[in-house]
């Protein structure tokens, strides 16, 4: 008898109890809204911006609705014009370009390379056509930031990182988020803390995040934001800056707090388990393991590796038997969108211009989610189910 797996993909665990007690406690007081607070109560969502800031080392925070609107909201404040080219990654997920799309601009894609980061040549390749770069730490893979960093400031360019899989991760030892102008975080539930929907916004930069925290809805009550700039930064931003409501709600904050309390922690188990997984797949023919940079801190929650020069057909056969196994891999190559997975050119509101070298690239890519309510012999035996299998298909094939 073979072995199957019984468990899911996509059971996240319980919110901590400390975090269901707060939110019991705000939705007995009434007041959800971050403005609506009595006395000198502080709103949760300000405590959760002041946390979060500290956490990451960021001078200024702003929670909001989703992460992607907080990179609209990114983009909008650092300048973004409707007809603005803006650079981003053909390995990404849809709400990346889609940021981009919803404030009238237009996504030009950087390649990936084999390691799964931005390739840093196609970007100097095409530094000279935009003055922002939308970057996405797609799955947690971090490319060299001081080479991007060095490369984006010699062209001018504006740094905004997608960090809705790095929440808790690092390039030496600076965190991800910190390196560009603004940093971008989903608190939506696959991500790394839960509250259903939610997004961070972080930036050292007082006239961005004071045009953030105008663009989220804040009326004129910006003077509460205990994680923003001083009140004299919105003394002209406050006249100019239209209201996109988006903001984030005391009970999102609330279940979010012991959350990041526990980041530390929660990072670590996805680690062990990342390399439980990691560990199980070495050496098997046919598939290749994605090497980690030493200098990434990385957090583990979900793993990727590359199927080389493999037919469609023996992907789709290999991904069919492993399901049939209880193992739900997710292949970047379809050639048509299923589930979350979508390529640069399924995106067809992009007029994208082709790129062989990345397409040779997603076609590998397998990518499976390691939720934290898988124990290490589950990682072990997903790992033997896989080897297993690329082993049978992989020999009939060769
Ligand atoms: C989830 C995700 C986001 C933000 O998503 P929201 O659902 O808007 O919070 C941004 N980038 C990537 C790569 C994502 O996977």
């Known amino acids: 008898m073979s072995e199957v797996f019984q468990g899911s993909f996509t059971q996240q665990e319980p919110i901590?109890?400390?975090?269901?007690?707060a939110a019991v406690e705000v939705m007995r007081s009434g007041r959800l809204h971050r403005y609506n607070t009595a006395g000198d109560e502080v709103a949760q969502t300000v405590l959760l911006e002041q946390e979060f800031a500290a956490s990451v080392g960021a001078k200024y925070c702003l929670a909001v609705a989703s992460g992607g609107y907080a990179m609209a909201t990114a983009l909008r404040a650092v300048g973004v014009k409707a007809g603005d080219r803006v650079l981003t990654n053909a390995f990404t997920l849809a709400p990346v370009p889609g940021a981009i799309a919803a404030v009238g601009a237009v996504p030009v894609f950087v390649g990936v390379t084999r390691d799964l980061v931005l390739d840093l040549d196609d970007?100097?390749?095409k530094a000279d056509g935009a003055d922002v770069l939308l970057l996405s730490h797609m799955r947690g893979h971090l490319c060299d930031m001081e080479r991007l960093m060095e490369i984006c400031n010699a062209a001018r360019i504006t740094v905004i990182e997608d960090c809705a899989h790095t929440m808790g991760a690092a390039w030496k030892d600076k965190p991800s988020g910190t390196w560009g102008k603004?940093?971008?975080?989903?608190?939506?539930?696959?991500?790394?803390i839960n509250s259903g929907e939610g997004g961070l916004f972080v930036t050292d930069d007082a006239e961005v995040a004071a045009r953030a925290i105008m663009y989220s809805g804040s009326y004129m009550l910006f003077e509460t934001h205990k994680a923003g700039p001083p009140p004299e930064t919105f003394e002209t931003i406050r006249y100019h800056t239209p209201n996109i409501s988006g903001r984030m709600d005391n009970l999102r904050a609330a279940i979010l707090r012991p959350q990041l309390a526990d980041l530390g922690t929660q990072c670590a188990r996805w680690n062990e388990r990342y390399f439980a997984l990691e560990e199980g797949l070495r050496d098997i023919a046919g598939l290749t393991v994605i090497e980690r940079a030493k200098?990434?801190?990385?957090?583990?929650?979900s793993i990727q590796f590359l199927l080389d020069g493999w037919e469609d057909v023996a992907v789709q056969d290999l991904l069919a038997r492993c399901k049939a196994r209880g193992v739900e891999l997710k292949w970047f190559?379809?050639?048509?969108?299923?589930?979350?997975?979508?390529?640069?050119?399924?995106?067809?509101y992009v007029?994208?211009?082709?790129?062989?070298?990345?397409?040779a690239v997603l076609a590998g890519i397998i990518d499976m989610r390691v939720p934290l309510t898988f124990s290490l012999e589950d990682c072990a035996l997903i790992a033997r189910i896989i080897r297993d299998e690329v082993g049978r298909v992989y020999q009939s094939a060769a």
């Open 123 to 125: 970007l100097v390749a």
């Open 182 to 192: 603004v940093g971008c975080y989903s608190c939506q539930t696959y991500k790394h």
């Open 295 to 301: 200098e990434e801190t990385i957090v583990g929650s």
């Open 16 to 21: 901590p109890e400390a975090g269901i007690a």
């Open 351 to 359: 007029d994208a211009a082709p790129m062989p070298e990345s397409d």
């Open 333 to 348: 190559g379809n050639a048509d969108p299923v589930g979350f997975t979508s390529r640069y050119d399924s995106w067809r």
